[in-house]
């Protein structure tokens, strides 16, 4: 008696040299895809839409930093919870330091890095930005300015920004990171 393994090594052994010699069998063709579009009908719509959200967002940053008393409830509403306490937390030591800042971070250029549609409704945007810090001054509680001579005045930078809900989506900045290779703001 062949056990089951056998079996299987048998059957695959038989079917193998006699699909060989058939002709090959078609397939009917498949009904096109009733997938719902994306949530942005090209790059250049999610950039658009990446880069409005994303200055929405250095406004509320800025003003944020700029008043201990700020409705932080107003900057949660353009950044992801993980990210939101990210940027708290530095605020928070700015503030803890006596200081705060004055001005409003500019966003001098930004480039599609990536976009990625998960679903009909959510989508991942990945931009290249260059903020634009030379009109941010850092001042104390006197008003005397603090701003490190030596700052760096336009910083390249890698942000990820969501996308969620079909009619009027809202967006949520997930991460920034420091982008030290990129040429974004030499352009």
Known sequence: MLRRPALVGLAIALVVPIAACTQATRLPESEPSSEVAPLFASDEEALAAATAAYEEYLVLSSAASADPNF????LLRMADVRYFDEVVASIDALHAEGLRTEGVIGLRSASL????SETPSDATIIIY????VSSVRVVDQSGTDRTPAERQELVPLEVEIWAAGRVTPSFAVARSESW????ICEE
């Open 71 to 74: 409705d932080r409830s107003e």
């Open 113 to 116: 890095q990536q976009y990625v």
């Open 129 to 132: 930005a260059c903020i634009d």
């Open 180 to 183: 030290p290779e990129g040429s």
